[in-house]
Nanobody, 121 residues
């Protein structure tokens, strides 16, 4: 049984910071993890991804330089440090994990968390 549990969302003023966490559990070792977000009326978009082995990362252009994805493999946890938050960063943020391949940023064949709300005002 795979479970992804997110935490760390909340409300913050523009230019502020938040740190999201996602703890993964399951029968197999994860290959990669990622963060996606979805704002009301918009499609879900990939924000950042990290490969478990090697630590290669991917960032969407809209967050590159402001957000940092990291992982603690001993804890099966991925983090998203979000700095210089903008109004347009407001969204439901979802954690995703792929236990079969290193491709998390496509959003295919991944398991999803329940989401955590981030509101920037």
């Amino acid at each position: 049984h795979v479970q992804l549990v997110e935490s760390g969302g909340g409300s913050v003023q523009a230019e502020g910071s938040l740190r999201l966490s996602c703890a993964a559990s399951g029968y197999f070792s994860k290959r990669c993890m990622a963060w996606f977000r979805q704002a009301p009326g918009k499609e879900r978009e990939g924000v950042a991804a990290i490969v478990t082995g090697g630590g290669n990362t991917y960032y969407a252009g809209s967050v590159d330089g402001r957000f940092t994805i990291s992982q603690d493999n001993a804890k099966n946890t991925v983090y998203l440090q979000m700095n210089s938050l903008k109004l347009e960063d407001s969204a439901m943020y979802y954690c995703a994990a792929n236990f079969f391949s290193d491709d998390c940023q496509s959003g295919l064949d991944v398991y999803w968390g329940q989401g955590t709300q981030v509101t920037v005002s």
